[in-house]
Each structure stands twice: as structure tokens, then as C-alpha cells.
């Protein structure tokens, strides 16, 4: 079965081409650079980059893969969540698509979506796992029993964990996106220099919140601005390793609550090689496997989503033309 895959929820107009839900055969991913002036994403600018690109996006993606539209089993489409305008775009996209060339027509959960990155990585993986999901948008902790079946056990209260190093990466005056910038200076900083708080959260065992330790940030540039320069790397590697601590302590506190061998990692943070390297280190003490995509697959992609609509596709579940754009979907 083969399967375009279509994302186009923020910033990144991308579409894919996945046979049998595990061979990609093109993975074509446009990011926008407009708002890098802005140092985040406008969401108008993004709609109508969307509809610029979506077109030759779809045609280089079915030319790198040596198909035609004709060649299509179905037509995966990101639904929801996402910026409304540029949800419409992939999904009118997908729609004109399927009716045109009479294709079953799936739409997808983004964050679902990522989760599945890590099926496209890992043919082995099984569930049940617990994943940690952290972009962006999204700071999640997932008890994923089965396929297609999600219990979200913590979210963030307040800024997801992308979200933390985009703003602080601003303060910074480093370079959009944030997170692989505070990551390539933070390279050789002393993790020790500035001891940044991780936030203890009441009534909230797999919570998250990295609003105070944005503040704190915030407060100690303001108080040491000599250090910017000079200290950058020290900063850096301070601010990532308070997040990467948050991030590792939920998740094995829900692996070892709810008895799961797996740790599954998923989302643009799930790029971070800090992250990756002290949750396979602090997991492996314990005797517990950790997954994750390779960086591609992490950041905003078409692949996951051909990846997930070929699961729900196998089983006869596709969605109809009414198909619409859910900028705050949940995934449970
Ligand atoms: O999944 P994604 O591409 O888009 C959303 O659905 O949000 O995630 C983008 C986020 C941005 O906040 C970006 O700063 C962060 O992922 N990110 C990283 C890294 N690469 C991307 N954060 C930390 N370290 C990285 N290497
Ligand atoms: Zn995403």
C-alpha cells in the first residue's frame, strides 16, 4: 500500500511518499524562512507559504519516490492540532486530491503522528510504552497501551519544552528555532556553572512546567549580563540540562508506575542529544529500552503522517470530503 503523506500544522509545508507503512520512498520537507526575522512563527505568513509551496512540495515528494498520483492507495492529511490556516491548506490540499482521483482520504493526528515516527524507525517497537512527546506545541507524557489507543498521563502547565528553548534562545539573541541553537552552544559548557530550578509541581506526579525556569533564565541575564558572551556555552548547557533533568525524571517516574519496559521519544526536542543520551543512560540502569526517530523524523515531517494513515487505512478507517482542520484536537 502505498501513501502520500501530507503536514502542513505550523511552519514546515512537507509530503511523503511511505510504502507498507515502513519504506519511505521521499520525505520532502519545506521550512519556511520568513519567520526567522520574526524569531517565531506568524501564523498568516505561514498559511500563505503553505499555499505556495504545498503544490510543488506533493510533486517533488511523488518524483523522488518515482510514482504518480494514479499509483496512490490513500491520502494522509494532518487534521489537527495545529494553526487553523495552515491546517486548511494540506486538508483542501488532500480533499481536491482524493475527490479528483477518487483515493480513500485519512485524516491524522499530528501527535499521533510522531509517536508513529518511532514505528517507521523501529519495525521491532511494540507497545505498551510510555512516550515522551515534546515539541513545540506539546509537552506530554503518553501511556500508550496499544496502537491507536493513548492515556495522556502529564502535559505541561504552562510553555511546552520546545516552547522554553525558542523564548530563552530569543533572550539569547540566538537564532529560530531555539532548540537545536541553544544545543549547538551549549556544546563543551559546563553543566555545573549556573544551576538552573526544575520545577516540583503539587497534585501534578507526570506534569510538567518550564515557565519558572524561563523566568529564571530571564532574571539572571538580567543580573549577569557580562556573561552573555563570555559564558554563553555555560548558559546554554545550564538551561538545556534543567529541561533535560524535568524531561527524564516524569518519564521514568511513569515507567516505573505503570510497569512499562519502553521509553518511546518523540517531537523536535526528541532531536536533542542531551536528551537522548542521559535518558538511554539513566534507563539503561534500570534496565529499561528507549526509542527514538532519527532527527528527521522528530522535527515536523510528512513521513509520520503517511506512517499513521496507513495504520488506520489497513484497518478500513478513513475519513470522508467534510474532513476539517482541529487546531486544539486531543489525542485521547
Ligand atoms: O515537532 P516540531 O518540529 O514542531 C511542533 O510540532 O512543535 O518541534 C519543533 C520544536 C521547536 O520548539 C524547536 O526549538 C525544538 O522542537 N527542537 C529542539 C531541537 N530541535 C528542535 N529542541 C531542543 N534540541 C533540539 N536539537
Ligand atoms: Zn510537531
Redesign the pocket.
Known amino acids: 500500500m502505498v501513501i502520500l503523506g501530507i503536514e502542513s500544522?505550523?511552519d514546515?509545508t512537507a509530503a511523503a511518499v511511505v510504502v507498507a507503512g515502513q519504506d519511505i520512498r521521499s520525505n520532502i520537507i519545506a521550512s519556511q524562512s520568513e519567520h526567522i526575522r520574526y524569531g517565531g512563527v506568524v501564523p498568516e505568513l505561514a498559511a500563505r507559504a503553505h499555499t505556495r509551496l504545498i503544490l510543488p512540495i506533493i510533486q517533488e515528494a511523488l518524483d523522488k519516490a518515482g510514482t504518480t498520483l494514479d499509483q496512490i492507495d490513500g491520502i494522509a492529511v494532518t487534521k489537527g492540532p495545529g494553526l487553523i490556516g495552515s491546517l486548511l491548506v494540506g486538508i483542501s490540499t488532500a480533499k481536491a486530491i482524493a475527490m479528483a482521483r477518487n483515493k480513500p482520504l485519512i485524516g491524522v493526528h499530528?501527535l499521533e503522528g510522531?509517536i508513529f515516527a518511532n514505528f517507521l524507525a523501529h519495525p521491532e517497537l511494540q507497545p505498551p510504552f510510555i512516550c515522551l512527546l515534546v515539541?513545540?506545541?506539546?509537552s506530554e507524557l503518553i501511556l500508550v497501551r496499544e496502537l491507536g489507543k493513548y492515556q495522556i498521563l502529564g502535559r505541561t502547565r504552562d510553555d511546552a519544552a520546545?516552547?522554553a528553548?525558542?523564548k530563552v534562545a530569543k533572550m539569547l539573541g540566538l537564532p529560530y528555532?531555539?532548540?537545536?541553537s541553544?544545543?549547538k552552544a551549549a556544546k563543551n559548557g559546563d553543566v555545573n556553572f549556573v544551576k538552573f530550578p526544575v520545577a516540583r509541581i503539587k497534585n501534578g506526579r507526570y506534569d510538567f512546567s518550564f515557565s519558572g525556569l524561563k523566568t529564571a533564565a530571564l532574571n539572571y541575564l538580567r543580573n549577569h549580563k557580562e556573561e552573555v558572551d563570555s559564558r554563553l556555552a555555560d548558559i546554554c548547557a545550564g538551561f538545556q540540562e534543567a529541561i533535560v533533568r524535568a524531561l527524564t525524571e516524569k518519564t521514568l517516574l511513569a515507567a516505573r508506575d505503570f510497569d512499562t519496559v519502553r521509553i518511546v521519544l518523540a517531537?523536535?526536542?526528541a532531536?536533542?542529544?542531551r536528551l537522548r543520551k542521559q535518558m538511554s543512560r539513566l534507563a539503561d540502569a534500570e534496565s529499561l529500552q528507549v526509542y527514538y526517530p532519527p532527527p528527521v523524523l522528530?522535527?515536523?515531517n510528512a513521513a509520520m503522517i503517511a506512517g499513521a494513515g496507513y495504520h488506520y487505512l489497513r484497518q478500513g478507517i478513513r475519513s470522508d470530503l467534510k474532513l476539517n482542520g482541529y487546531p486544539s484536537l486531543r489525542l485521547d
Not at 177 to 180: L, N, Q, R, S, T
Open positions: 500544522s505550523c514546515e499530528h510522531h515539541s513545540g506545541g506539546h520546545g516552547e528553548f525558542d528555532p531555539g532548540g537545536p541553544i544545543e517531537g523536535g526536542v532531536s536533542n542529544q522528530c522535527t515536523d
